[in-house]
Nanobody
Framework: QVQLVESGGGLVQAGGSLRLSCKASGGTITIYAMGWFRQAPGKEREFVAGVNWNGGRTSYADSVKGRFTISRNRAQTTGALQMNSLEPEDTAVYYC?????????????????WGQGTQVTVSS
């Protein structure tokens, strides 16, 4: 059973940066697509960014384009989300996810494995 563990969340001022990491264990995700989602209080979980199995394709929510960068290291089964120019609206719990497909999906229900989440708080 694949397990995902996120790290790197925290408190940052608006305009600052954070880098989230995701480490997989218990199985291989080298051929799986990975995604990052977030959920703010009182809101539904939403897609932030995704990367296909080999890192050759990426997709971003409009709200984070140009500010966030998703990456992965297949050999080490790790993923990362570099977040720059953070805004208070980015405050949420961020989740790493993987799906048993090589293709990116924007849908929460398409992902099979989830991390426990890491809190990101951006102060104004």
């Amino acid at each position: 059973q694949v397990q995902l563990v996120e790290s790197g969340g925290g408190l940052v001022q608006a305009g600052g940066s954070l880098r989230l990491s995701c480490k997989a264990s218990g199985g291989t995700i080298t051929i799986y697509a990975m995604g990052w989602f977030r959920q703010a209080p009182g809101k539904e979980r939403e897609f932030v960014a995704g990367v296909n199995w080999n890192g050759g394709r990426t997709s971003y929510a409009d709200s984070v384009k140009g500010r966030f960068t998703i990456s992965r290291n297949r050999a080490q089964t790790t993923g990362a989300l570099q977040m720059n120019s953070l805004e208070p609206e980015d405050t949420a719990v961020y989740y790493c996810a993987a799906r048993r497909s090589s293709l990116i999906s924007l849908a929460v229900d398409d992902y099979d494995y989830w991390g426990q989440g890491t809190q990101v708080t951006v102060s104004s």
